[in-house]
């Protein structure tokens, strides 16, 4: 069965820190895999998916399938970074999404 | 891109009683999803909602309990049937487009 873990419910770093979200999940196939934020009074949203190997605003991630992980990072965490971030993993797209419990990130100025 | 309307937001509703919770897309889908966050847990997928056919639900909900409609290809409604403390919880829509997910505003559910 599928799980996305995140380990952090709450992280707090000072602004022009680096940040990094942490993710795991365990499947037996090769699964997408997705960042999604919420940020205050809005509705939840794509950040970034893995295939398509971007940087959103500063965040990039990288699947490591050796290491089942897909943790997103930022260089320098601005203030406007503040927001839930849900980690989800699609098996076949973004039907089906199973995500983790979220981390609520909070950049202090 | 799809912007969902969801509604309502936010309801307290007696224990015993429905609601149901109603999602309009701004263009036509063919899919959509109905998810259930309770307190502190992730969100959870409810149901799977293609127009013409039956809801396809998952593992742990029952078509009884939380009965959806897709009349056509921009609307759908999920409803919860005999309501308890239990079922406090932000239940959220959503669709697909080109694999990218989009969400409604959610719906924040308290039963007493």
């Known amino acids: 069965a599928q799980r996305v873990t995140q380990p952090e419910k709450l992280l707090s770093v000072f602004k022009g820190a680096p940040v990094e979200l942490k993710c795991n999940y365990s499947y037996s196939g090769s699964p997408e895999l997705f960042w999604y934020v919420q940020y205050s009074r809005q509705r939840l949203q794509l950040l970034l998916r893995h295939i398509s190997r971007e940087s959103i605003k500063g965040f990039t991630a990288d699947l490591n399938k050796g290491e089942t992980s897909f943790h997103l990072k930022k260089p320098f965490a601005q203030e406007e970074d503040s927001a839930m971030y849900y980690c989800?993993?699609?098996?076949?797209?973004?039907?089906?999404?199973?995500f983790g419990t979220g981390t609520r990130l909070t950049v202090i100025p | 891109s799809a912007v969902i309307s969801q509604k309502p937001s936010r309801d307290i509703c007696q224990r015993g009683t429905s609601l149901t919770i109603q999602c309009q897309v701004d263009?036509?889908?063919?899919?959509m999803f109905w998810y259930r966050q309770q307190p502190g847990q992730s969100l959870t997928l409810i149901a799977t909602a293609n127009q013409g056919s039956e809801a396809t639900y998952e593992s742990g909900f029952v078509i009884d309990k939380f009965p959806i409609s897709r009349p056509n290809l921009t609307f759908s409604t999920l409803t919860v049937s005999n309501m308890s403390p239990e079922d406090s919880s932000i239940y959220l829509c959503s669709t697909e487009v080109y694999t990218e997910a989009f969400f409604g505003q959610g719906t924040r559910l308290t039963v007493v």
């Open positions: 989800a993993l699609s098996p076949n797209g973004a039907n089906n999404l199973f």
């Open positions: 263009s036509q889908v063919t899919m």
